[in-house]
């Protein structure tokens, strides 16, 4: 079993900055990709970010440039800073990764989401 926990999310002005993080624990053999996706109300989760374990990285267009994904892999911990927030940014930020709980196999994981607020 494998679980990821966020935090970090909350209410911010726009032009504000939060920084998401999302820790993985459990049967754990090797995390592949981690990333970050949202949810807002009345509309489809979408892509935000994601960083493959060798550091690769891969950006919404919306979020480019003010969003910036990390990671520690000997954490098992990705972030997510976000700076120049705006009100639409606003949403649940979801934590994705795709954990190997054995050599042969590996699945999608999600955390529960944690909540970003932006007011203009």
């Known amino acids: 079993q494998v679980q990821l926990v966020e935090s970090g999310g909350g209410l911010v002005q726009a032009g504000g900055s939060l920084r998401l993080s999302c820790a993985a624990s459990g049967s754990i053999f090797d995390i592949n990709a981690m990333g970050w996706y949202r949810q807002a109300p009345g509309k489809q989760r979408e892509l935000v970010a994601t960083i493959t374990n060798g550091g690769s990285t891969n950006y919404a267009d919306s979020v480019k440039g003010r969003f910036t994904t990390s990671r520690d892999n000997a954490k098992n911990t990705v972030y997510l800073q976000m700076k120049g927030l705006k009100p639409e940014d606003t949403a649940v930020y979801y934590c994705?990764?795709?954990?190997?709980?054995?050599?042969?196999?590996?699945?999608?994981?999600w955390g529960q989401g944690t909540q970003v607020t932006v007011s203009s």
């Open positions: 994705n990764a795709r954990v190997y709980t054995t050599p042969w196999g590996d699945r999608d994981y």
